[in-house]
């Protein structure tokens, strides 16, 4: 049995289960297009809609990402951002909205060079709630995830269609706050998965797990989202997003007036979306 850290997301995700339905997870990049704009889309995401936000810390050399999210750690990158200006810029967020569960997405070399001990103080100071570390798997746990769930934050683990029922007691032995299911062998923001398929693999993973099953990669529209959220316990939407972002940029890679809301609204479509779907399941 896992150590399950009681935080904002194991709260989220109790609530939602009350409210018999799913939820919506945005990711967007820490400091893309700049941080100033950065800053003003984390701050109205969840007024929009968002039930977990998912911040992704920008990295050279991703494993999980497709062109659209390489694209945004790059213009991330390119204006200054770090690891440390993503904790602040969290810590920000949390003096206006200490209720909305956080996750940092990313790659270990950055808290390797920040230093695991001091990287698991900041970020809960900061008030992350949880972590997911693309390329750090089970095996090697002692590393972050363990000293993670001491810390306090929760500790998600991917899943693929390629993760057999004999490697899945592995990777849930120590997940915590919820299970990301990826729905498509591939990266980010390319094909979508059927929802029937997408349905079989959650009820392989619950059959295994009692954390929530969220899944992501290739959902891009609120009907996407929709069928998603009527088969798991949420549905992650980034590349969609960041296209958004990236739809408002000038010639000079600088973000036009209407970024936010564009970005915004789309979120609030999703969101409408995902809790359409839930009424559709309790009608039928």
Do not use: W
């Amino acid at each position: 049995m896992s150590k399950q850290p009681e935080t904002r997301i194991t709260k989220r995700f109790a609530k939602l289960r009350a409210e018999g339905r799913a939820g919506l997870v945005t990711f967007t990049t820490a400091g893309d297009p700049d941080l100033e704009t950065s800053a003003k889309i984390l701050d109205g995401i969840a007024e929009a809609g968002a039930d977990l936000i998912e911040i992704g810390v920008p990295f050279s050399d991703p494993m999980a990402d497709g062109p659209a999210i390489q694209a945004s750690s790059l213009r991330a990158i390119k204006g200054g951002m770090t690891l440390r200006k993503t904790l602040a810029m969290v810590a920000e967020f949390r003096k206006k909205d200490n209720e909305t569960p956080i996750v940092l997405m990313g790659y270990y070399n950055p808290i390797y060079i920040y230093g695991v001990d001091s990287f698991l103080v900041d970020a809960k100071k900061a008030g992350v709630d949880g972590l997911i570390v693309v390329d750090l798997p089970p095996e090697e746990e002692r590393e972050l995830c363990l000293p993670a769930l001491d810390a306090g934050i929760n500790f998600i683990y991917l899943t693929a269609p390629t993760t057999t029922n004999a490697r899945l007691p592995r990777v849930l032995e120590h997940a915590s706050g919820f299970v990301y299911f990826v729905s498509i062998t591939g990266i980010t923001g390319t094909r979508s998965a059927q929802a029937t398929d997408v349905a079989g693999h959650v009820g392989r993973i619950r059959a295994m797990t009692d954390l929530p099953v969220a899944v992501g990669f290739g959902i891009r529209t609120p009907e996407q989202a929709a069928k998603i959220a009527s088969v798991a316990d949420a549905a992650v939407v980034g590349s969609a997003l960041v296209d958004q972002i990236t739809a408002n940029l000038d010639d000079d890679a600088k973000p036009g007036p209407g970024t936010v809301d564009a970005v915004l609204g789309l979120v609030r479509s999703l969101a409408d979306g995902v809790r359409g779907a839930q009424k559709t399941e309790k009608a039928s």
